[in-house]
């Protein structure tokens, strides 16, 4: 497996890909990704593991989604059977280790928050649910300290989960060496993921700020702003996914990676 460095403009050029891609195949898409993210939600609900079973499921469901937009780019008819690629595809062998990456990112994250409240509780007080967005004591500031503190520990483990998912799925990488590609990937290239967040940042804060319009201009309208902001979001969340799979098409030399089996049908 070889990974190419590409230029920092590579990383606007994703975030354009990620939209392109939308717009090939928009309903079968957005339908994919809204399983993907129906299926995250009602694995809380698993007996024990609920809290954290949405991060555990992850890998396994990310390799589903990039197998129906690689098909996709490549200008085949993605399929809702896809999403369930890493249970039903490459002899079976691919799931427990996807489980065995997803056990480990929720490890990580655990312990990120785990260290962010060392500096204040907020974060971790949110994330478990104990208070909400809407409570009065909650600090804007020890919510903007515990947030930095969490994304500075937390930022290592989140580029080296970024391709580990297609390294163990597509190229039968054990977990601990993909770990290890993907965050060598992901430093490698730096400079277009700076680009990368910040092309997407700007758009999140494009969005937000004409969502904010139009409720100044609307008025507050909880039924309005809601259908606005789902499908806005769906929209969004799918054209972040799409990006991802350019990030990985464009990084990793797949004339040196084993061909994935056809696509689920």
Avoid: K
Avoid at 13 to 21: C, E, M, Q, S
Avoid at 173 to 189: G, H, K, M
Avoid at 209 to 219: E, S, V
């Amino acid at each position: 497996m070889r990974i190419r460095v590409l230029p920092a403009v590579t990383g606007w050029r994703w975030v354009i890909d990620g939209f392109r891609l939308l717009r090939r195949q928009p309903i079968a898409l957005l339908a994919i990704v809204f399983m993907n993210l129906l299926l995250l939600s009602v694995s809380v609900l698993v007996p024990v593991v609920g809290s954290i079973a949405p991060l555990v499921l992850t890998p396994a469901l990310m390799v589903g989604v990039m197998h129906a937009i690689r098909a996709t780019d490549r200008g085949q008819m993605p399929t809702p059977l896809m999403l369930l690629a890493a249970f039903r595809d490459y002899d079976g062998r691919a799931w427990r280790p996807l489980i065995v990456l997803g056990a480990v990112s929720a490890a990580c994250t655990v312990t990120a928050l785990a260290l962010s409240a060392l500096a204040d509780g907020t974060l971790m007080q949110l994330a478990t649910g104990r208070i909400g967005n809407e409570d009065t004591t909650v600090s804007e500031g020890a919510l903007m300290t515990s947030a930095v503190l969490f994304l500075l520990v937390y930022a290592p483990t989140q580029a080296a989960m970024w391709y580990a998912p297609l390294f163990v799925a597509w190229h039968r990488t054990p977990v601990a060496q993909s770990l290890f590609f993907s965050l060598v990937a992901v430093w490698r290239n730096r400079r277009a993921f700076v680009v990368y967040a910040i092309g997407w940042f700007a758009i999140a804060l494009a969005a937000s700020l004409a969502i904010r319009l139009l409720q100044l201009t609307l008025g507050p309208s909880p039924v309005v702003l809601s259908m606005l902001l789902s499908p806005l979001s769906l929209i969004l969340i799918t054209a972040v996914y799409c990006s991802f799979w350019s990030t990985y098409r464009d990084a990793v030399d797949v004339d040196t990676a084993p061909t994935p089996p056809a696509s689920v049908t």
